[in-house]
């Protein structure tokens, strides 16, 4: 993130990913493939739950002040949102190519049973039945595409409806923006989007 923008940006690697990976990432794809929601749901879970810790320790080691921010592409997205759910410290969250439903109705992938341990991970994290989380009003924008297969788009709309009483007072902190032709893909246009929704609701409450 360019500095004259005024952010602090801090990354880590998800459980199973980068250094925390055991295995081959070949190895990781295939379990992946093979039951998506019963290492997914466990890796999304775990991911949002550390991010206290990680915001505890960016805030202290930086000596930072000021509001607290999380963004992503994809599971990234999703994980963000449900972080702003846990930790009230993050102020506003732009979630590219995500959604707040854990089952993806409508999705093109292929379909998976997980285990009892990954429907608990799913019931205590999952935004969209997990509504109460989002009372503090953190400020989320949903980025994307309207032709997404992978991630339809529609779960992001039902879920600003589900918290319209919740946003009532606040509706301009809960937006959504779909691009037109766009699938599953990132694109700079959602980041230049995802960089705005920052400078408006990260500098001030």
């Given at each position: ?53 990680i915001v505890d320790w960016a805030l202290g080691g930086f000596g930072i002040h000021g509001n607290v921010l999380a963004g992503g592409v994809s599971m990234g997205g999703d994980i963000s949102v449900v972080a702003a759910g846990i930790d009230r410290r993050i102020q506003a969250v732009a979630a590219c190519i995500s959604t707040p439903d854990w089952l993806r109705p409508g999705t093109d992938e292929k ?95």
């Amino acid at each position: 993130m360019n500095p004259g923008q005024g952010f602090v940006a801090v990354s880590f690697d998800p459980v199973a990913h980068g250094e925390r990976r055991n295995g081959s990432k070949e190895q990781f794809q295939t379990k992946l493939r093979e039951n998506k929601r019963r290492y997914f749901w466990l890796i999304m879970a775990h991911f949002a739950e550390e991010y206290p810790r990680i915001v505890d320790w960016a805030l202290g080691g930086f000596g930072i002040h000021g509001n607290v921010l999380a963004g992503g592409v994809s599971m990234g997205g999703d994980i963000s949102v449900v972080a702003a759910g846990i930790d009230r410290r993050i102020q506003a969250v732009a979630a590219c190519i995500s959604t707040p439903d854990w089952l993806r109705p409508g999705t093109d992938e292929k379909p998976s049973s997980p285990d009892v341990y990954a429907i608990n991970c799913y019931l205590r994290c999952n935004p969209i039945t997990n509504l109460p989380s989002y009372e503090h009003v953190p400020a989320i924008c949903y980025l994307n595409g309207s032709e997404d297969a992978h991630v339809p788009p529609d779960r992001a709309r039902r879920f600003r409806r589900a918290l319209e009483e919740v946003y009532a007072s606040s509706p301009a902190r809960f937006e959504i923006i779909e691009y037109i032709g766009t699938g599953h893909r990132m694109t700079e246009q959602m980041l230049d989007d995802a960089v705005r929704w920052f400078q408006r609701w990260g500098y001030n409450r």
